[in-house]
T-cell receptor, first 112, second 111 residues
């Protein structure tokens, strides 16, 4: 089975802090994704990566950046956290040529 | 652009009741369609999918049929259990890198 792990289940940060969310997958998938999930809005794509060191903006990239230095790891960075970035963050991965994404358990981030 | 519309929840049912969660989509091409489920405190899991018109996806007693004529992919289960309580997301993939999700429907099943 594909396993996608995220570094923290719950995180509390203060406004202005730099925040790193880490995601690791163990199936050698080329594609990795970061979403945020908010009530009434479903999942919205922040960034995705289709290869090491490659990244593409999703629908809501503002205030975020990403890093993919190794194939199995995809990091989401909040350069200066703000209260409106309080949310559930979900990482996913997908193999090449298939359409099913596999999700991690999520990180619930609270910015005070 | 492409979009997915789901019925608003919560859907509240007694155990063994019949479940339908409606999902309709708008797409310019021929998307693949998915249902994902999110149990409390967890990430999303793929429940079932269908890749072309008239395909039926099924898993764990849940079913959904890809209806191109009505642009729908409604989720059904004949007899729900308390353990089915979760949030259900309908999604489509148009062959690009993105999945487009609906807003989710919370299902609550009581004994």
């Amino acid at each position: 089975d594909v396993k996608v792990t995220q570094s923290s289940r719950y995180l509390v940060k203060r406004t202005g802090e730099k925040v790193f969310l880490e995601c690791v997958q163990d199936m050698d998938h080329e594609n990795m994704f970061w979403y945020r999930q908010d009530p009434g809005l479903g999942l919205r794509l922040i960034y995705f990566s289709y290869d090491v060191k490659m990244k593409e903006k999703g629908d809501i990239p503002e205030g975020y950046s990403v890093s993919r230095e190794k194939k199995e790891r995809f990091s989401l960075i909040l350069e200066s956290a703000s209260t409106n970035q309080t949310s559930m963050y979900l990482c996913a991965s997908r193999g090449e040529g298939v359409d099913t994404q596999y999700f991690g358990p999520g990180t619930r981030l609270t910015v005070l | 652009g492409d979009s997915v519309t789901q019925m608003e929840g919560p859907v509240t049912l007694s155990e063994e009741a019949f479940l339908t969660i409606n999902c309709t989509y708008t797409a310019t091409g021929y998307p693949s369609l998915f249902w994902y489920v999110q149990y409390p405190g967890e990430g999303l899991q793929l429940l079932l999918k269908a890749t072309k018109a008239d395909d039926k996806g099924s898993n764990k007693g849940f079913e959904a049929t890809y209806r191109k004529e009505t642009t729908s992919f409604h989720l059904e289960k004949g007899s729900v259990q308390v353990s089915d309580s979760a949030v259900y997301f309908c999604a489509l993939s148009d062959g690009t890198d993105k999945l487009i999700f609906g807003t989710g429907t919370r299902l609550q099943v009581f004994p």
